[in-house]
């Protein structure tokens, strides 16, 4: 997992009324995770995403590029229902 998806999802979890037991299943799960830093490599997929987007005038928010950068860097795929993830070319989407 990103740590920008872990933060975002931190953030989640402070705002939602579960918030103690999505912090319990959190804390109970957390060794599951393996969470992914932001390295070189990411930064120029970042880069390399941003600039695509900007090209084609279909940016996404921040946090949300940084994600697509681990998923293109690690060959993983996003798990979300946000829309605008299928802007970004070899990128696959699970949604539910």
């Not at 490599?41 to 600039?51: P, Q, S, V």
């Amino acid at each position: 997992m990103p740590v920008i998806a872990l933060a975002e999802f931190l953030y989640g979890i402070g705002q939602s009324r579960w918030r103690t037991a999505y912090e319990g299943w959190l804390d109970a799960n957390a060794s599951l995770f393996i969470i992914l830093t932001v390295e070189r490599e990411t930064a120029r997929y970042y880069a390399e995403i941003r600039h695509e987007l900007k090209t084609a005038g279909t940016p996404i928010p921040t946090n949300d590029l940084w994600i697509a950068a681990f998923a293109r860097e690690h060959h993983l795929p996003i798990l979300s229902r946000d829309a605008h993830f299928r802007a970004v070319r070899n990128l696959h989407q699970l949604t539910w």
